[in-house]
């Protein structure tokens, strides 16, 4: 049986994926976005071109954040292997691929699309607002709606994306309308730095992986996503608790606190320390 692995945002680390590649020799790779890769996709696979492994991947919203990024993965010769917007026959499954994020310049969804098409918004920028003669490089990971009502008319058994599906807090039901079309039964996705396992909607199976992380097909972990510093700090944040909600911390001279009347309700009172002798009764 083939073995496909599934990679989350590498985000400039890729060690841990030609590891797994040395160790277990998949057929395929694919990797989900936000690859800001530090060389030439090139160079860092070099070591895979004799290999029976191929790569895949699908650009993330970090991914044209400089030209030096952007350079990395589209001058390389795996730029012939991005799969966004299309649908590729890996090892006998079709695989459907929607890189990069809905961007509200562009297309928010549910809202209608702004410009639906790369040149609608060219032709409203002008020469003066291009990026190397076409579209500007941020915007070439923004989610178009001519790509995604393109990507409908397809048929595919998995979709790859970037951006979450409906599953998600912060996730798309545009993605799950895709999926349907499509006739797939699974979406995987990245770029909520989160490894989930979402209980089946609307006849669809939809996996999560988490930062740096990697699974197959069957959502068997090949290597353990990170955590995230940046969500890390912010549990650790809403762990350290006044001791009452909502209270600010204002100079000793004169602060707030919250007490609780007779009747049980919130009551805000103001006043200042005073010393232990001062108002006492003699």
């Known amino acids: 049986m083939s073995k496909i692995f599934l990679c989350g945002d590498p985000h400039g680390e890729f060690s841990h994926i030609l590891s797994a590649i040395d160790q277990w020799h998949p057929d395929a790779v694919l990797i989900l976005g936000d690859l800001t890769p530090p060389q030439s996709l090139d160079v860092i696979f070099k070591s895979v071109r004799d290999t029976k492994t191929k790569i895949y991947w699908i650009p993330g919203n970090h991914d044209t954040d400089t030209d030096l990024i952007y350079d990395r993965l589209w001058r390389s010769s795996f730029a012939r292997n991005n799969l966004h917007g299309r649908v590729q026959d890996i090892c006998g499954v079709k695989v459907a691929g929607l890189g990069g994020v809905f961007r ?36 070439r990971s923004t989610i178009f709606y001519s790509v995604y009502e393109k990507l409908r008319e397809c048929k595919a058994d998995i979709l790859i994306t970037h951006e979450a599906p409906s599953m998600h807090a912060k996730g798309f039901e545009a993605i799950d309308d895709l999926a349907i079309s499509l006739g797939a039964k699974m979406i995987i996705h990245a770029h909520q730095h989160e490894s989930r396992c979402y209980l089946p909607q609307k006849g669809l199976k939809c ?32 762990q350290v608790k006044l001791p009452f909600p909502g209270v600010r911390r204002t100079p000793a001279s004169k602060f707030r606190r919250l007490t609780k009347n007779r009747f049980g309700r919130l009551q805000r009172r103001e006043w200042s320390p005073v010393s232990k002798n001062k108002g006492r009764k003699s």
Do not use: C, T, Y
């Not at 098409?117 to 003669?133: D, T, V």
């Not at 990697?214 to 940046?230: C, F, H, M, S, T």
């Open 207 to 238: 996996r999560g992986i988490g930062l740096r992380g990697i699974i197959d097909l069957e959502g068997n972990i090949i290597v353990p996503a990170q955590v995230d510093p940046r969500e890390l700090q912010e549990k650790i944040q809403k």
């Open 104 to 139: 509200g310049q562009i297309w928010m969804p549910p809202n209608l699309p702004l410009f639906s098409s790369p040149s609608l918004f060219i032709r409203k920028i002008g020469k003066s607002g291009m990026w190397r003669g076409g579209l500007p490089r941020r915007h």
